[in-house]
Structure formats: C-alpha cells, structure tokens
C-alpha cells in the first residue's frame, strides 16, 4: 500500500483508496458525513462495541480543566464530545463545536436539545467551518480539540498549522484518531474487520456501504502515530505526546502551543 501523503502535492489527493481532485474531496466527505448524520453515533456504538466512549473518556480525562477557558472541538458536529468537556468544564467556560458538515451540526443540536442545555446560558456555540480555515480570530481558544475528523481534512498540516493559530500561547491540542495498530496478529484480525464488518453494518444500519468502506480505507491512509506526531512538531506544536488506545487502534495525540 503506498505512504499515506498528508500534503496533496499535486491535483489531486485520496479519497479513501481513490485519487481525486483535491477541489473535490471536501464535497465528497461532507456527501459522506450528511448521508450517516442521523445514524452516526449508533454505528459508532456497533462498530467498536461501545469501546468508543471508553477511548473518549480517555480523551477528555487528557485536558486540565480550569475556570473560563474557551474550548474548540472541530469536525464534532453531532456534540459527542462537547458534551463531555461540558461535563467536566469549570464555571465561566465556553465550547465551540466546528464542523463543515450543516447536517451533522443539525444531529448535534437536536441532542442538544433532547439533554436540555441549548440555549445562550448553555456554554454551547455551533459553527459550520473547515478545520482548514476555521471562522475564528488568532489566539482565541485554550484547548483545541479534533476527535475522528482529522484524517478526512484534505490538507492535515494545513489544519494543524490552524489549530496552532487559534490556540492562545500555552494552549492545548488534543487529537482523538484511529491510527495503526501495534500489536501482532490484532492488526490483521482488525484489517478483516475493517474490509468485511464495517461495509455490511454500514449498508444495513446507515444504509450507506460505501460511506463505511470509505471509513476503513481513510484510517489505512491515515499517517501513523510517530508521523502524525512530527506533522504536529513541523507546524509549531510543542510537547507532543502519544498515547496507543486499544494496542493503536486508536491513539491520543497531545500538544501545546507554547
């Protein structure tokens, strides 16, 4: 399988497994995420058989909390993790929730709603924008959140080079992602997963095979933990740690702007 290239170089870029332009794939992953909106986080359920909020729990527990801070989670429309930091936030904090997908914001306002806490007292923004290009001014945030969105961006030193520029000095980043696993014989029980489980739940639960087949070669092009974390390093994050969730099916990366 070739090197995932974070940087489309050229034209064009992946799209999962296929090259496509790269004026194309940001239209074509939020096609993805608007057919899987309403499904999204059940299959999340069934697909990792519920390990996913365990891993979650894992990712919020990473942030040290303190009064009004200003937090931003991008690409987390559907709210899942704004409403953890929420949980834990101290008083006088903010959350921004940016993702480009209008669908998956509209999931996460209507749960939003069904937990009682929109409204101007709930701490909660939502913003559609590109992690690429996020609709706020420099140093405007503490914590900088991304989790299972970054490798569907096109350009990902682009967003991390972002991500540094709203972060305030002293900042924290923190990426939730899958990434490759490390452990023998779990790599290859994962990739049969992956290429047989997901695609089947995908068409009968989301009604969407090709979104699920998608997901599973999106995380095979993904760069893995050690090039993820000198990306963070190449766009001015510092302090990069790594954590391996579940032998690396997924993993924590962290950072600060210093």
């Known amino acids: 399988m070739p090197e995932p290239d974070p940087t489309p170089a050229h034209d064009t870029t992946h799209f999962g497994f296929q090259d496509v332009p790269v004026s194309e794939k940001s239209a074509r992953v939020r096609d993805v995420f608007s057919s899987v909106a309403v499904s999204y986080d059940l299959m999340n359920d069934l697909m990792s058989l519920g390990v996913h909020r365990a891993w979650k729990a894992s990712f919020v527990n990473r942030i040290a909390f303190r009064p009004d801070m200003r937090f931003l989670d991008v690409a987390g429309g559907t709210g899942d993790i704004a409403f953890r930091i929420r949980e834990k936030a101290r008083p006088g904090s903010t959350i921004t929730v940016c993702d480009i997908n209008p669908d998956m914001l509209r ?152």
């Open 107 to 258: 999931v996460g306002k209507a749960r939003a709603i069904d937990k009682g806490i929109l409204g101007p007292k709930s701490g909660l923004r939502w913003v559609c924008g590109d992690a690429e290009a996020v609709p706020a001014s420099d140093s405007s945030f503490d914590v900088y959140t991304i989790a299972f969105g970054l490798r569907n961006v096109t350009n990902i030193p682009a967003a991390l080079a972002e991500a540094r520029r709203v972060l305030r000095p002293g900042g924290q980043f923190y990426c939730l992602e899958f990434s490759q696993v490390v452990l023998p014989v779990l790599d290859d029980i994962y990739d049969r997963y992956s290429f047989s489980v997901l695609p089947k739940l995908g068409r009968y639960v989301a009604r969407d095979e090709a979104a699920y087949r998608y997901l599973a070669e999106s995380i095979r092009k993904f760069p893995n933990q050690e090039k993820l974390a000198a990306l963070m390093g190449d766009a001015g994050l510092e302090q990069v740690k790594v954590q391996n969730l579940s032998g690396g099916i997924a993993a924590i990366h962290s950072a600060r702007r210093i």
